[in-house]
């Protein structure tokens, strides 16, 4: 218990979001086909029930999931239309997470893979002050791009405003029931983080929008057509397609 009081108001400063409402679910009361992982259910996506509660959101319901007693999903964006993270859903089964991680690495990107908790891959991105949703989205569609994920990739929040009774999409939080936990961040290896190393490793890659914007811009063929950039990033081109790519390179190269 001193532990995670030690470390929970680094979680909640990483997590913050929507104060007014989160949803809850509770996997121990889940049947046994829901509690499966992944490769046990044939690569499929597994589906979690969720309850909203539309009360106010604090430390002791980030306990209680850290601890286990029921699951916590949180929405990234605030009354006021900013955010503090942002997520991109990497919904491919089944997933390799260093993939990804490694293409992060290679392009000096700071976001972070989290296994959710059907097995898949949820990469977060921490900013260091709040951030207009409506600046972040379009940052975070490029990312999506340049790793090579389809174009219809969810990205969280699913929406840059709040209207009247609007709740946007939760997130699952990971490191639920944390001395056990299924639902972990992954190192630059894409092993297991624990969750004082995870908190340690989430608070250095915290970044600005702007200087995450200016990585991306220092991407190699940043300014080339998105498709050879994409290509270069997730490390080249299938065998059979060199003389087209270098063709095409060269075309982009003489209209510069």
Avoid: W
């Amino acid at each position: 218990m001193q532990f995670v009081r030690e470390f929970i108001d680094i979680f909640a400063d990483l997590f913050r979001g929507n104060r007014h409402s989160y949803t809850v679910s509770y996997p121990e009361n889940e049947n046994e086909e829901e509690n499966k992982t992944i490769e046990e259910n044939n690569n499929k996506k597994i589906e979690t029930k969720y309850s909203y509660k539309t009360k106010e959101f604090t430390q002791e319901q980030l306990l209680k999931h850290i601890h286990g007693e029921y699951s916590v999903g949180i929405n990234p964006l605030n009354e006021f239309g900013n955010i503090r993270f942002s997520v991109i859903d990497v919904d491919v089964y089944p997933t390799n997470p260093l993939k990804y991680i490694n293409i992060l690495i290679r392009i000096n990107l700071p976001l972070i893979g989290i296994r959710s908790k059907s097995g898949g891959l949820h990469l977060f991105v921490f900013f260091k002050q709040d951030t207009e949703a409506t600046q972040a989205k379009p940052v975070m569609k490029s990312i999506v791009q340049l790793l090579g994920l389809p174009k219809e990739t969810e990205i969280l929040p699913n929406r840059t405003k709040l209207v009247g009774k609007q709740k946007g999409k939760t997130i699952n939080l990971p490191y639920f029931r944390h001395k056990t936990t299924r639902e972990y961040a992954y190192d630059a290896k894409g092993k297991k983080l624990e969750i004082s190393d995870f908190l340690s490793y989430a608070k250095k890659s915290q970044i600005t929008l702007k200087e995450l914007t200016l990585r991306i811009a220092a991407i190699p063929l940043s300014v080339a057509p998105p498709c050879l950039q994409t290509l270069y990033v997730n490390g080249g081109v299938k065998k059979g397609q060199r003389n087209i790519f270098l063709f095409n390179c060269a075309v982009y190269l003489k209209a510069r």
